[in-house]
């Protein structure tokens, strides 16, 4: 039960480092805060209590003394100054007097204690006396008269008593921690920017693409990750250089005998029907080699320029339609986008290729605009992919023999296509299509507004 109520609190967090890490600062800030507040309260407690109870007392007695000790004919002037000047009243006490009694807190108990030890147990306390708000504390006057004897009320402002800057500590304790989970989201942000940038360029490198340098700058532990990426990244670069390199040299080493061979076949004097079979073999095999060297092929000399893909689609149909392969154009909104329109053809002319190979008959081509970006699809009848098999085929040497039975190929077409495609900050999909058959989809980048 706790293990679940725990994974659903983390389940509505952020999800990013940055937040995710200022939260756990914020939140131990604020019960940093707490703790020291109460600590302070507690051991300032005591001392306040007892500083607030002696000036109490204090100023009682002294305005007692001064009551019996002035002249009958001027004590109501002395009152009078008393109310004025000092704010403290004097007014005597009755058994029915409606008063209030004070807050029960702690530092209001100590007080109140304080003051009765000194002042005597029947002392009283009061938060208002009829209506009047204010610190109220009951005295006695011991005099020989009974003008003067008796019990009084004396009255003393509640902010000069209770000091409640309670409010102003808040608004320090507020700007305290404010500016410390400030420098919190400094510190933080400080650290996620370098993962950010690291991970940006790790997509870039999952598109195909080259990344940018990373600044090797900052703690010692994001400057190696850093130092580490960019090693990854140029050893990888090689890796590359080194393979488009063997497969030209191989595809040359091998094209030259294919030729040779042909040439024999041909001028061999078998019957035609061997022959073309031959030829046939070899025409795969170049084909095949081709495909090796297509998929190796980096695109990034070629320019991104704007491009109408229903202008791309009717070329292309037209080349195919000269070899008397007959190639259906449907355009239902008009699509341009930023794209390398030799490596877009290449793509393309895969897709037509591989529904003339596996569907056994031409396909048709749509171009759209499909979530908001240029789309130009190849759609065919034949056997499809499975849904659960349509990543896969993306992968290169990757055949569905049990979905396709034409077994010639290398396995290489549709992943030449999602490279080709990923390579231009686009998306392939390969969907199936109502009626049987497959929608293989091609969603590019669209023309940005100026």
């Not at 200022?22 to 800030?29: E, Q, R, S, W």
């Not at 109310?83 to 007014?91: K, L, M, V």
């Not at 108990?109 to 000194?118: A, G, L, S, V």
């Not at 993962?195 to 600044?215: I, N």
Request: proline letters at 5%; one cysteine or more.
């Amino acid at each position: 039960m706790a293990p679940a109520r725990y994974r659903s609190i983390l389940a509505g967090a952020p999800s990013t480092l940055l937040w995710r890490i200022f939260l756990v600062v914020a939140l131990l800030m604020l019960a940093s805060v707490a703790v020291w507040s109460a600590i302070f309260s507690h051991f300032d407690q005591a001392s306040r209590a007892a500083q607030t109870a002696q000036t109490v007392v204090s100023i009682i007695n002294l305005t007692r003394t001064a009551l019996l000790n002035a002249d009958p004919t001027l004590r109501k002037d002395l009152l009078l100054d008393l109310a004025t000047q000092e704010g403290i009243r004097i007014y005597p006490a009755e058994a029915d007097d409606r008063t209030t009694p004070l807050e029960n807190s702690a530092l209001v108990r100590k007080m109140t204690t304080d003051i009765r030890h000194q002042l005597g147990p029947e002392t009283r306390f009061a938060s208002s006396w009829e209506g009047l708000p204010g610190f109220w504390v009951s005295f006695h006057i011991q005099a020989d008269d009974l003008e003067n004897a008796g019990e009084f009320w004396f009255m003393l402002p509640a902010e000069r008593v209770m000091r409640p800057h309670a409010l102003e500590w808040m608004w320090w304790g507020a700007a305290a921690l404010s500016l410390a989970m400030l420098g919190a989201y400094m510190i933080v942000s400080r650290l996620n920017r370098p993962l950010k940038a690291l991970a940006m360029a790790a997509r870039t490198v999952g598109r195909g693409e080259v990344p940018p340098h990373l600044s090797e700058n900052g703690p010692t532990e994001l400057a190696e990750l850093a130092h580490a990426f960019n090693q990854m990244s140029h050893d990888l670069q090689e890796l590359d250089t080194d393979r488009a390199l063997i497969l030209a040299g191989v595809s040359h080493d091998l094209r030259t005998p294919l030729a040779r061979l042909r040439l024999g076949i041909e001028m061999c004097g078998a019957s035609s029907a061997d022959v073309d079979a031959m030829v046939s073999d070899i025409e795969d095999m170049d084909r095949i080699i081709g495909q090796f060297l297509a998929f190796a092929k980096e695109d990034d000399d070629e320019a991104m320029e704007v491009t109408d893909l229903g202008e791309l689609a009717t070329e292309l149909a037209g080349v195919y339609a000269r070899r008397g392969l007959p190639i259906q154009v449907l355009a239902t909104a008009k699509a341009a986008a930023q794209v390398r329109p030799q490596a877009l053809r290449r793509a393309v002319t895969n897709l037509i290729e591989n529904a003339l190979r596996y569907a056994g008959h031409t396909p048709e081509i749509i171009i759209s605009v499909m979530e908001g970006h240029p789309t130009i699809e190849v759609l065919d009848r034949g056997p499809g992919i499975p849904v659960t098999e349509i990543e896969k085929v993306k992968r290169p040497f990757t055949r569905l023999e049990s979905a396709r039975s034409n077994t010639k190929g290398s396995g290489l077409g549709l992943a030449i296509v999602d490279r080709i495609v990923r390579g231009q900050h686009g998306e392939f999909r390969l969907l199936p299509r109502e009626g049987g058959g497959l929608r293989a989809a091609i969603l590019l980048r669209a023309v940005p507004k100026t």
